[in-house]
């Protein structure tokens, strides 16, 4: 089961640096939901978003499926994949700065005392 989940909320942050790139992936709305409830998601919930592209029974058959297709894009000319890559990421040249900015939102928060205490009492509770 390959689940998932954004916890960071809980823990007195925020999805900030890891949100541009699952935002732009599954949508402002699951992004929203995720990022608010901190509940654990299913592969088939990440499937139905598009975060997930196909789910597999095991890893045998993902490695098979992940060595056609590269085999299959292999095959394919080069320059084309390198301008459907460049097509595939418009829209985010601003991220360098976006995620520097928002980094420092996580450092700051961080050292906050609902974060701290958030640790302090994980740690002890180990």
Not at 24 to 42: P, Y
Not at 97 to 104: D, F, G, H, K, M
Request: overall charge negative.
């Amino acid at each position: 089961e390959s689940s998932l989940r954004l916890s960071e909320l809980a823990l007195g942050l925020g999805p900030f640096v890891v949100g541009p790139p699952i935002e732009r992936k599954i949508g402002k709305e699951a992004f929203v939901e995720m990022s608010l409830d901190c509940e654990w998601r299913s592969a088939d919930w990440a499937k139905q978003h598009g975060f997930y592209n196909e789910i597999f029974d095991s890893e045998i058959e993902l490695n098979e499926k992940l060595n056609e297709f590269t085999k299959q894009l292999s095959q394919r000319s080069s320059e084309a994949l390198t301008q459907l890559k460049e097509i595939y990421w418009e829209g985010t040249d601003h991220w360098d700065e976006l995620l520097e900015q928002r980094a420092e939102n996580s450092g700051k928060l961080v050292l906050s005392d609902y974060t701290k205490n958030f640790i302090k009492d994980f740690k002890s509770k180990k």
